[in-house]
């Protein structure tokens, strides 16, 4: 029996992969923020990956977009995770991956 999943959970691995993405095309974490979110304090920044229920998909999905990362590619990796179609995410968890 699988647990269940939470938006929490979600968040996590879609910030895992922001984080990657970061690591490979920036020197630090905060040099995205400064490029994406420049008005966000950086220990707010800092929060969202800490705690991902405090971040919103609109916050993720314009993550994602700066970082080149697709839907489809989010789409592969949440089905692999928590192997459920992601039809059946969106209506359960009211994601969204894209803006």
């Known amino acids: 029996m699988y647990s269940a999943i939470t938006k929490y959970d979600i968040n996590q691995l879609r910030l895992s992969i922001i984080k990657g993405q970061i690591i490979d095309q ?12 420049p008005q966000i304090k950086l220990n707010t920044f800092r929060q969202w990956f800490k705690k991902p229920y405090y971040i919103s998909d609109q916050r993720l999905c314009n993550m994602e977009q700066a970082l080149g990362i697709s839907e489809q590619t989010l789409t592969t990796r949440l089905t ?18 894209s803006t």
């Open 26 to 37: 920036y020197d630090t974490i905060d040099e995205f923020r400064r490029a994406v979110y």
């Open 80 to 97: 692999d995770e928590f192997d459920l179609s992601i039809d059946a995410l969106r209506k359960a968890k009211g994601i969204q991956l």
